[in-house]
């Protein structure tokens, strides 16, 4: 597949068009931001280990059974993903409370939910992701009530199927962000899944194995990133 002009930068990739029009080519790049932006940086490798894992994540959940827009690793930084339209919100799933969930209701980090929680957040860098909720995305016509069941419906699956994995790594899932898109009226699970998108926490010493080390400056940041990668590798190919 050959590599046409550049359609996208992103915050973390680049998108181009190839010369199929049903496949984009996404190149991970080293930058990271947090908040929105406000915070800049990169982390060394960081596009090659996200591209990695996005590609074993992808490939794990495609074999349990998820529709995903993952084709194939193409190089280190490179991987070719079926195109999607893509449903304008970020789903927010947690396990474990932290982050935003952790100072909107006053509940201390490391508190186990007693059930998964699902948010949606209307990805808009602009008005800085303002979550909302299900009767708003249909009502301003992001998503349908069809495409919002089918995306819980897909999130519930891969939260079953990467907290197996990830238990098996010795990691909580505590949270992370999935976005979705529609390919031939389908909904498929798109984007990336990685330290970036995900709270990892090491099961024993409940050290933050992710982007949370750039975010609050605890250092070892490539460390982690590489750590978690290889842990879930050796979960994958023993499971
Ligand atoms: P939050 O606690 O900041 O709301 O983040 C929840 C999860 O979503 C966390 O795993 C990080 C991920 N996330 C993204 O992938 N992109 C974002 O823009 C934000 C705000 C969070």
Redesign the pocket.
């Known amino acids: 597949m050959e590599k046409l002009a550049m359609l996208y930068e992103g915050k973390a990739k680049k998108i181009y068009d190839t010369d199929d029009k049903n496949y984009f080519w996404v190149e991970y790049k080293d930058d990271a931001t947090a908040f929105n932006g406000i915070k800049k940086g990169t982390i060394a490798d960081k596009g090659i280990i996200n591209n990695k894992m996005s590609a074993m994540m992808f490939t794990y959940l495609a074999q349990n059974g998820v529709n995903t827009h993952f084709v194939e690793l193409i190089n280190d930084r490179v991987q070719i993903v079926r195109r999607l339209e893509m449903i304008p919100l970020?789903i927010?799933v947690r396990n474990i409370v932290?982050?935003?969930?952790s100072k909107r209701v006053g509940k201390e980090e490391g508190f186990v939910l007693a059930s998964p929680v699902f948010e949606l957040y209307y990805k808009d860098d602009n008005l800085g992701?303002p979550m909302v909720n299900e009767t708003h995305a249909i009502a301003l016509g992001w998503a349908t009530m069809d495409q919002i069941n089918a995306m819980k419906d897909i999130a519930l699956k891969v939260n079953e199927l990467m907290m197996a994995i990830v238990a098996k790594a010795g990691i909580d899932l505590?949270?992370?962000?999935l976005e979705f898109g529609v390919c031939n009226g389908k909904v498929m699970l798109g984007d990336e899944i990685s330290p970036?998108?995900?709270?990892f926490w090491d099961k024993d010493t409940q050290e933050k194995l992710d982007?949370d080390r750039f975010r609050r400056d605890l250092g070892k940041v490539e460390e982690a990133y590489v750590e978690v990668y290889s842990r879930i590798k050796e979960a994958i190919a023993n499971a």
């Open positions: 970020e927010v932290a982050g935003s969930l992701d505590v949270d992370y962000k970036d998108t995900c709270r982007k």
